[in-house]
């Protein structure tokens, strides 16, 4: 009876480290989740759009800067008017970023956009009127140098930090995946041993009851 006793406690005992284990690695790779879909809703619905959108905003750089040039060499005023349309677009862009990234540097880049636009027209005007254009001129290539600098620094922020969220991912991810196979481990060792102890609980009471059943049928009645 006491030896019963003993491997139930040693059942019990098991079972219980089972589980404390079991719930620790279920707690650890439900925080893991939550952080993988953090990441993962991080770079798809910030990083990875901001970095688009910073190419876009490259581009309309260069579409003004193409239409000034066209509205002086061929006195365009459909290219003034592109370009004025073109910086719509940029301003729209800047508005876009600042609802899904509130990085700093995006106010900087409107303003400085926005003074290189301004420039762009005062230059043109100038032209066409036959005055001195070559502070506009530096002025406006200046500012185009900086605002590629300045969304270039972005865009690398940007993919930066999604590449860190891929990684964390990744990181994550493989770290659920040891845990949930190391639980697995666990449990079928546990379980034998488990299964083991419940063995010893059902089989020595048979075999000790098949040894007094064959010293009754010798004769020996103290085996009952």
């Known amino acids: 009876m006491k030896k019963t006793q003993s491997l139930l406690f040693k059942i019990l005992m098991w079972l219980g480290i089972l589980i404390f284990f079991s719930g620790i690695a279920t707690l650890v790779s439900s925080h893991n989740a939550g952080r ?6 991080n770079s798809q619905k910030k990083d990875y759009p901001s970095f688009l959108i910073a190419y876009e905003l490259q581009d309309s750089i260069d579409k003004i800067r193409n239409y000034f040039l066209s509205s002086i060499q061929l006195s365009d005023e459909d290219s003034v008017r592109s370009a004025q349309q073109e ?12 609802k899904i990234d509130q ?20 230059l043109n005007t100038k032209f066409l009127n036959n005055q ?7 002025a406006m290539g200046e500012t185009a140098i900086q605002l590629s600098e300045r969304i270039k620094s972005f ?51 048979i075999k000790l009851l098949v040894e007094r059943m064959k010293g009754v049928a010798q004769g020996d009645l103290r085996a009952s």
């Open 155 to 205: 865009r690398d922020r940007k993919s930066a930090s999604f590449n860190s969220s891929m990684a964390n991912i990744v990181r994550l991810s493989r770290i659920n995946a040891q845990m949930t196979l190391l639980n697995i481990l666990v449990t079928l060792v546990l379980g034998l041993v488990v299964g083991i102890i419940l063995v010893k609980i059902v089989i020595d009471p």
């Open 132 to 138: 001195d254009t070559s502070s506009e001129a530096k």
């Open 103 to 122: 990085d700093l540097s995006l106010d900087d880049l409107q303003t400085t956009f926005n003074n290189y636009v301004y420039l762009g027209a005062a």
């Open 36 to 41: 993988i879909i953090q990441a993962a809703e």
């Open 87 to 98: 910086a719509v677009v940029y301003n729209e862009n800047i508005q876009r970023l600042k």
